[in-house]
């Protein structure tokens, strides 16, 4: 079956642009986490909902940083005024359930941005 | 910032040797998951531990976790040159605000064919 889907794969962003990353998680996952990942680094939390909810986003670097999933699936994480230091992959995770329980996160490819 | 470390950074073995990779935590977990990472298929769950369990196999992995120690290890035997990747531990901590994945910085594997 479909797993999650990150586009664009690839973004080349100047200094100061804004940018918009859209993951589209599994059909009827409730769950949804966004991370970052630095070169040569492990992924590092963001932000997660809970359908629409955004109920952490406490990993989120900088007021320039913004995620929603208003009608609780598809998502999108908006960086206003990139800067070079945001230059990274940007992975999206979903879950199944609401996070109470064990539950495997299924990770899409990744979006890779590049800030100039 | 990252919870643990992975231990070595990198390690490059032959075709059907044996690699172990190494994971220590700083703070207390409910589970321990490790994942793969390759250039064309992304982050991959490969199995969890949960910290009342001491081992788990699932194919030719085994994990290990020691909660006293605050440390787990990954054991792939007789590897394949299609084992080349990052491996990552990621402990799992599980809140009302549904499960975080913490990550470690990895270990980059080599299997050489």
């Known amino acids: 079956g479909a797993g999650v889907s990150q586009s664009p794969r690839y973004k080349v962003a100047k200094r100061g642009q804004d940018v918009a990353l859209r993951c589209d998680p599994i059909?009827?996952?409730?769950?949804l986490f966004w991370y970052q990942q630095a070169l040569g680094q492990g992924p590092e939390f963001l932000t997660y909902f809970q359908n629409e909810a955004q109920l952490d986003k406490s990993g989120l670097p900088s007021d320039r940083f913004f995620a929603e999933r208003p009608e609780g699936s598809v998502s999108t994480l908006k960086i206003q005024r990139t800067q070079q230091e945001d230059s990274a992959v940007y992975l999206c995770?979903?879950?199944?359930?609401?996070?109470?329980?064990?539950?495997?996160?299924?990770f899409g490819p990744g979006t890779r941005l590049l800030v100039l | 910032s990252q919870q643990g470390e992975e231990d070595p950074q990198a390690l490059s073995i032959q075709e059907g040797e044996n690699a172990t990779m190494n994971c220590s935590y700083k703070t207390s977990i409910n589970n321990l998951q490790w994942y793969r990472q390759n250039s064309g298929r992304g982050l991959v769950h490969l199995i969890l531990i949960r910290s009342n369990e001491r081992e788990k196999h699932s194919g030719r992995l085994r994990v290990t976790l020691d909660t006293s120690k605050k440390s787990s290890s990954l054991l792939i035997t007789a590897s394949r040159a299609a084992d080349t990747a990052s491996y990552f531990c990621?402990?799992?901590?599980?809140?009302?605000?549904?499960?975080?994945?913490?990550f470690g910085a990895g270990t980059i594997l080599r299997v050489k064919s």
């Open positions: 990621a402990t799992d901590f599980v809140r009302e605000y549904g499960n975080k994945l913490v």
């Open positions: 995770a979903s879950s199944r359930t609401y996070g109470f329980e064990e539950e495997t996160q299924y």
């Open positions: 059909s009827g996952h409730v769950s």
